[in-house]
């Protein structure tokens, strides 16, 4: 059932915020230690529901987990099972990555719908995409069929071999499409338990899947990070003591209040965000920022952006694998609202994640999609008052949610729910930070509390 909150707009002070952990890194760190089958400690967990459904996944079929506060050990030395459990995974994108996991860990795997934001081709019904990751464990020598509603993938043991990502890109001239993240982390978890070396050629390099890299290099792998190649071998004795990571800061949390401080025109700090680590993982953000003109500072290994302070310059922005993230655009998006003149936003990794666009127009803004895969967006002042909204998926409830803070009256927005799967407690922050929400259950549960106003 969709949860709905209530806004009393126009009011919000700025603050402090603390980031949590990179979910899209801990996905990643969770397969590699399965497929490496390696006890690991990951700290800097953040408390969502894509961590607890994978970890449930890992406790049926007979890992042992253990959390403490913000701490997951995951030991998978006594994983027996290979089902994907289809209840499980439907409410996520990141079980995708257990595929590969299985298989080199059990060489086997049973699967069926992977969930997620339905951000892929409207054509598709916004599915992701899984015939990537099958394509690339078939060339490690994984046979898959489909057998009673599942697709079940079958291995007589992983063979090293060369993954060229150019081949998953939709672009001739670098990476681009929805496949080539995803192709690069399956063939770097396929390679802890394959025999012999493997090769993947023009990786996607963000910090997502170089994170693996480093877990693999703690295990003993033999792990060469070249220009254009990334190749690993497995060990003949590996490293099973002691293992542990921390996740980089969430970069989609630290890109939302950044855009929550200069959409709402408010100072934000986010404290444990490094400059030594923005500056390697979070370099396109940051440029795109410089360009925008978002005043920020670095202070005491935290971030200050001064919101108050900035006056955005309208830009034109390219989403490829090589650089700002897909989840980002929503926010940059919301930031340019307020630049004068006209900015525009190409997304090439998912050409139709622009449902947002069509929720702020509601509101005001001069937001069209002239094709598909590109968002124009002219200066606007949004304003509404009893209006409410439906998010289709986590960014867009996000980035919604701060329009909502931005304007003054009484509205609402549906679909948060999604929040779950990404931000560890998205709207008491925005509470701390001076917002008035009202975080409801269920529609029905919004009636009553409106009769009685």
């Given at each position: ?11 919000i002070h700025g603050g402090e ?31 969502i529901l894509d961590v607890t ?5 890992l406790e049926r079929n007979g ?391």
């Amino acid at each position: 059932m969709s949860m709905k909150a209530v806004f009393e707009g126009g009011t919000i002070h700025g603050g402090e915020v603390r980031v949590g952990g990179f979910k899209h890194a801990f996905v990643t760190l969770l397969a590699t230690a399965v497929a490496a089958n390696a006890a690991v400690e990951i700290r800097r967990v953040p408390r969502i529901l894509d961590v607890t459904v994978l970890l449930e996944i890992l406790e049926r079929n007979g890992a042992r987990v253990h959390q403490q506060d913000d701490a997951v050990v995951i030991d998978p030395r006594r994983l027996s099972q290979s089902l994907i459990h289809t209840e499980l995974s439907r409410q996520i994108h990141g079980a995708i990555y257990l595929i590969p996991a299985f298989l080199a860990r059990l060489g086997r795997v049973e699967f069926g719908s992977m969930g997620g934001c339905r951000i892929g081709d409207t054509t598709q019904e916004g599915s992701r995409p899984v015939g990537h990751v099958i394509e690339v464990m078939k060339r490690y020598g994984a046979r898959f069929r489909h057998r009673d509603g599942y697709m079940v993938g079958e291995t007589d043991g992983l063979v090293g071999t060369t993954v060229d990502i150019r081949g998953f890109s939709t672009s001739p001239h670098g990476l681009a499409g929805p496949h080539c993240s995803g192709a690069t982390k399956t063939a770097m978890i396929a390679a802890c338990n394959a025999t012999g070396p493997s090769e993947i050629i023009k990786p996607y390099r963000k910090i997502d899947a170089v994170v693996p890299l480093d877990l693999l290099h703690q295990l003993g792998f033999a792990v060469h990070r070249g220009a254009d190649v990334v190749s690993i071998v497995a060990p003949q004795c590996r490293n099973h003591d002691g293992i542990s990571m921390e996740l980089p800061p969430d970069l989609a949390e630290i890109v939302t209040y950044i855009a929550a401080a200069v959409h709402l025109k408010v100072p934000i700090t986010l404290p444990s965000v490094s400059r030594e680590l923005c500056e390697s993982a979070f370099w396109a953000e940051l440029e795109l920022l410089h360009r925008i003109g978002v005043e920020y500072t670095w202070q005491n290994d935290g971030l200050v952006v001064r919101g108050d302070r900035t006056r955005v310059r309208p830009i034109d922005i390219d989403v490829t694998c090589e650089s700002i993230y897909s989840d980002h655009q929503p926010f940059f998006a919301l930031m340019l609202l307020s630049a004068p003149g006209s900015s525009r936003i190409r997304d090439e990794v998912w050409k139709d994640r622009f449902d947002y666009a069509s929720k702020l127009r509601i509101l005001g803004a001069r937001m069209t999609v002239p094709n598909r895969g590109t968002l124009q967006i002219d200066q606007s002042v949004l304003s509404a008052d009893a209006v409410e909204l439906h998010a289709t998926d986590l960014r867009a409830a996000a980035a919604l949610s701060l329009a909502l803070i931005g304007v003054h009256g009484r509205n609402s927005l549906t679909g948060i729910e999604h929040l779950h799967r990404g931000y560890e407690s998205f709207f008491p922050t925005l509470q701390r930070l001076g917002a008035e929400i009202k975080v409801l259950e269920s529609a029905d549960e919004a009636e009553v509390h409106d009769r009685t106003d």
